[in-house]
């Protein structure tokens, strides 16, 4: 699939945190390309993310839901639309585990309507079209003692309602593959990080309490191990796929990064209070263990060894450096940071956290 070929190109869930770096990618690397954002702007979503892209001339806006299949359809016949980036999720597990509903509608009925409203409107003229789904190593659930990392031929076994979601989300995608020929790639990828990270999210919500001086929640023991990877590299990695994958397969994104939680905090710490001037040591009172999440998986690691292989893609970020320009970029935005931690933000800390 070439690249300086004229396109447009569907993004959905570009106002959100990994959304906002692809659109940011492809308006500035692809100027003949038309991009169109399409979001429901949730509590996750905000367009100054794209403050500034939001007047280049190949960029354009749509406010509407994954779930009303016939804006998708009016908006793909209209657009004339030959690529779809697929991002548009609930996205957090914590609230997944407060409320599984919006993740079954959003994330598997808003995959499958997009799915339909492609069909329809490809009409099986493959050519040149492309629908990227953009999942997580969550649906293979937790690695057990000894095993090493995923695979891409792992099996499904994913443990909280978010990545029951984002599993059934991919098999969908996979039946329109095989049983209508719908031309499709598929990226999982390890937790990001990076600026424009909703704060309800390990690294930005600990960057944010380190700065107010409140306590840091730790999961039980703050042993699970997360494979970070910085989320510039997963938008090159998308961009790779989208272009160069191979039709129908699946290609996992990992920065071969382990880290236990809890040691990822400390780093945090020690960024956050040398950024801010204050004395070595000083924030490390605000560790505060608490009640496990529930379902909590132990470990997630992934093997990107195929996206390396056959599209030569390495993440390029290492992660002390990544985290310490994320920590400055957070410091930076004090504005945005403000903006979306408002009271809806405040009232689902209090009613995650309490008084923690
Ligand atoms: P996010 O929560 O920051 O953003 C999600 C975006 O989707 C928001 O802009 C929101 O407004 C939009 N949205 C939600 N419901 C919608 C609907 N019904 N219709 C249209 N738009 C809707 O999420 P993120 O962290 O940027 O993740 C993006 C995608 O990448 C998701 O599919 C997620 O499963 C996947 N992913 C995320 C990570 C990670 O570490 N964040 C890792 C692997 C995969
Ligand atoms: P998170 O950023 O929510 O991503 P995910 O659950 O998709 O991996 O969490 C990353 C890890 O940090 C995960 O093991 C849960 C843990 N965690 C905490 O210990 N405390 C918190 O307040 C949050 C949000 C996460």
């Keep these: 699939m070439a690249s300086d070929q004229q396109r ?34 949730t509590y996750a979503g905000h367009l100054e993310n794209l403050i500034d892209v939001q007047s280049a001339p190949n960029y ?69 079209k492309r629908f990227h789904h953009v999942s997580t190593d969550e649906v293979y659930g937790a690695l057990k003692p000894g095993e090493t990392s995923f695979e891409e031929t792992a099996p499904y076994s994913p443990h909280s309602p978010y990545s029951a979601s984002k599993a059934s989300s991919d098999h969908f995608v996979r039946a329109y593959h095989d049983t209508y020929g719908l031309p499709v790639v598929l990226t999982n990828s390890s937790n990001n ?16 309490n380190i700065c107010e001086n409140k306590p840091l929640p730790i999961y039980g023991k703050g042993e699970n191990i997360r494979d970070w990877l910085h989320v510039q590299d997963h938008v090159q990695a998308i961009d790779e796929v989208f272009h160069r994958g191979r039709d129908g397969e699946s290609y996992n994104i ?29 924030s490390d009172g605000l560790i505060t263990y608490i009640t496990d999440r529930a379902g909590h998986d132990l470990r997630y690691a992934i093997n990107a060894e195929k996206l390396h292989r056959e599209l030569g893609w390495a993440p390029q970020h290492s992660f002390e450096s990544g985290l310490r320009e994320t920590v400055r970029w957070y410091l930076e935005h004090a504005d945005w940071v403000q903006n979306v931690t408002g009271s809806a933000y405040e ?8 008084n923690k």
């Design 254 to 282: 990992g920065g071969a990064n382990e880290w236990k939680n809890i040691d990822v905090v400390k780093m945090l710490i020690r960024f956050v209070d040398e950024e801010l001037g204050r004395p070595s040591g000083c």
């Design 8 to 41: 447009c190109i569907l993004v959905t869930g570009g106002a959100g945190f990994i959304g906002s770096h692809v659109v940011r990618h492809f308006v500035r690397k692809y100027p003949h390309y038309r991009i169109i954002n399409l979001d429901k702007l």
């Design 193 to 208: 990080y990076g600026p424009y990270q909703s704060p309800e999210k390990l690294i930005p919500l600990c960057i944010h």
């Design 60 to 128: 354009s806006f749509v406010h509407g839901d994954i779930c009303d299949l016939e804006t998708l359809r009016a908006l793909l016949r209209e657009e004339k639309v030959d690529g779809i980036i697929h991002l548009a999720a609930e996205s957090h597990v914590d609230r997944s585990i407060r409320d599984p509903f919006p993740f079954a509608h959003t994330n598997v009925i808003g995959t499958l309507n997009l799915l339909q409203a492609v069909r329809e409107c490809w009409n099986g003229q493959w050519e040149g």
């Design 347 to 354: 009232r689902y800390y209090d009613e995650m956290y309490g």
